[in-house]
C-alpha cells in the first residue's frame, strides 16, 4: 500500500474540477492518504467552506 501526503493544491484543485487533480485522487483513493494539520486549517479558513 502506498501511503500519499497531500497539499492544500490538490485538494483545492479537486474541489474545483481540475481533470489531473481529480485523476490523482481517483488513483490514490484505494491508498493510505494524510494531509498536515496545516493543510487542515488552510482548509477551514477557506470561504468555500464557510457558510454565510
Known sequence: MSK???D???IV???NGL???IDFMK???DEEIIYSVI???ELF???KL???
Open 45 to 47: 479558513s477557506s470561504s
Open 8 to 10: 492544500t493544491n490538490i
Open 39 to 41: 493543510v487542515e486549517a
Open 4 to 6: 500519499y501526503c497531500i
Open 27 to 29: 488513483k490514490a483513493q
Open 19 to 21: 481533470k489531473p487533480a
Open 13 to 15: 484543485y479537486t474541489m
Open 50 to 52: 464557510i457558510d454565510r
